[in-house]
């Protein structure tokens, strides 16, 4: 069992910069496979994959180049960096995790997840 918590969402104007963190409790992040996902009205998508082993990472085209993933073990917490920011990446976003025994092995669609946040509002807007 592990809680997960999202925070640093908010309001940032097209171009800018924005941190989200994914604070964990209950289980070291270190044996979970993780991801970032957000909603805007609609369907869930992923926006970044993370391996167990911290290493292997995977983004889709949408935000590839702009999104960056990451974990701190010694904090128990991931990251998504986010960097030229567009209002359509306006959404709640949402942090997820997958206990595995696959070092390398990272999960794009939802259904793989066992484990989510409760989610953190990102405004894109001038």
């Known amino acids: 069992q592990v809680q997960l918590v999202e925070s640093g969402g908010g309001l940032v104007q097209p171009g800018g910069s924005l941190t989200l963190s994914c604070a964990a409790s209950?289980?070291?992040?270190?044996?979970?496979?993780m991801g970032w996902f957000r909603q805007a009205p609609g369907k869930r998508e992923i926006v970044a994959a993370i391996t167990r082993s911290g290493i292997g990472t995977y983004y889709p085209n949408s935000v590839l180049g702009r999104f960056t993933i990451s974990r701190d073990i010694a904090k128990n917490t991931m990251y998504l960096h986010m960097n030229n920011l567009k209002p359509e990446d306006t959404a709640v976003y949402y942090c997820?995790?997958?206990?595995?025994?696959?070092?390398?092995?990272?999960?794009?669609?939802?259904?793989?997840?066992?484990?989510w946040g409760q989610g953190t509002q990102v405004t894109v807007s001038s």
């Open positions: 209950g289980r070291s992040i270190g044996v979970f496979a």
């Open positions: 997820a995790a997958r206990m595995t025994d696959y070092r390398e092995e990272y999960y794009k669609p939802e259904s793989e997840y066992d484990y």
